[in-house]
């Protein structure tokens, strides 16, 4: 019955850390601002959206939800949704997550990849009632009621967007020209690529960035994976990490028990032990030596229980007592540190 309970409530704790991925209330009062994407209708800017209506979304609508962050710290971040007409989506891919409901997708935080920080999900998202843009992606991630899902292109529209123009004819190395260091006029192909046009296609541009980005993320990604922290293993590290702070929590009441067992057994025998002190003295009290009287009755003398034995064997008896108290209490510090440790790992790799 324990063991259920402890269960349950880290089971509710990860619960209450996953909800926080959700977004309860959408209260941001900054205006929201037309793009190619979402056409204004009234006074060159849109109009809120309720976020029960997203999913019932009329033919030629758009919704666009915005994240507002106060630079400063001032002031906690804030989401709203805002509603215009549908503009030019031909350069996004429609995204879809497979078994979850829509609406849950407009309430809740979309990340580019996993893994990433928990304030650090994706500003601007757009809806249509029927699937999610998001510019310059091709996929993302969100955590519905505590699980990771995947939002992914369909087959088509991943097709069409990684399809790339035909490379142009490489040039034989005995053409190619070399750069000289300290020539302004000649540069190398390589960096020709790399370059961001800033006063072109901005779409274009961030695409390019975007995917150098993500080529060097997935590498990280993938290295990590390889490393046991996938979430897979997170979750089941922590599983057994609640079975060992159960099992310790248990083993330590036992031994807080058989410690007081133990403790009840020398408060017994220490009783015993001050009665006959007590004895000795008032027995030697009227003899001509008490000193040299106690030490031969101490030494000597022994005193009638179902096992008769002297002085010396109950002390001997008391001191076996007291290390067993002892020991056991030590024990039960032990395994109790050790409920302590594994529980606090736990909630750390189911929250993480």
């Given amino acids: 019955m324990k063991r259920l309970t402890l269960l349950a409530l880290c089971l509710s704790i990860v619960t209450a850390f996953a909800g926080s991925y959700d977004i309860e209330e959408f209260t941001a009062s900054d205006a929201g601002t037309p793009d190619s994407y979402i056409k ?3 006074g060159g800017q849109l109009k809120t959206a309720p976020a029960d209506e997203v999913s019932s979304l ?5 919704v666009v939800r915005q994240k507002f962050t106060d630079p400063f710290g001032e002031q906690p971040t804030a989401y709203q949704l805002f509603q215009g007409g549908k503009g030019d989506l031909s350069k996004l891919v429609p995204l879809k997550a497979e078994g979850v409901e829509y609406s849950k997708l407009v309430t809740t935080r979309l990340y580019a990849r996993r893994g990433m920080p928990f304030e650090d999900d994706i500003e601007k998202v ?7 843009y998001i510019p310059g992606f091709t996929t993302a991630v969100a955590f519905v009621d505590g699980e990771m899902v995947q939002l992914k292109a ?3 529209s991943a097709e069409e967007a990684s399809a790339e123009p035909s490379a142009a004819p490489e040039v034989a190395s005995s053409e190619e020209e070399e750069c000289d260091d300290y020539d302004p006029d000649c540069e190398d192909e390589d960096d020709d690529e790399d370059k961001v046009d800033v006063a072109g296609d901005i779409d274009e541009s961030n695409a390019k960035a975007d995917a150098r980005d993500y080529a060097v993320s997935d590498a990280s990604e993938n290295a990590t994976d390889r490393f046991g922290i996938a979430d897979e293993v997170r979750f089941w590290s922590a ?3 609640s079975a060992l702070a159960v099992t310790s929590a248990i083993i ?3 031994q807080q028990m058989e410690g007081n067992k133990a403790s009840d057994a020398y408060d017994d025998l220490d009783k015993l032990h001050s009665n006959i002190i007590d004895r000795i003295k008032t027995d030697c009290a009227s003899d001509k030596e008490p000193a040299a009287c106690e030490v031969a009755l101490k030494q000597f003398a022994s005193y009638p229980t179902s096992t008769p034995y002297s002085l010396a064997d109950l002390e001997r008896r008391m001191e076996v007592n007291k290390n067993t108290r002892d020991s056991y209490t030590l024990a039960r510090n032990l395994w109790f540190g050790v409920t302590a440790v594994s529980l606090t790992a736990a909630i750390v790799l189911f929250v993480w």
Wanted: proline content about 0%; glycine content about 12%; cysteine-free.
């Fill in 40 to 42: 204004a209708e009234f």
């Fill in 58 to 62: 009329q033919d030629g609508r758009l």
């Fill in 126 to 132: 757009y809806f249509d009632g029927k699937a999610v």
């Fill in 154 to 156: 369909d087959d088509a």
């Fill in 239 to 241: 599983i057994a990490l």
């Fill in 252 to 254: 330590g009441v036992t």
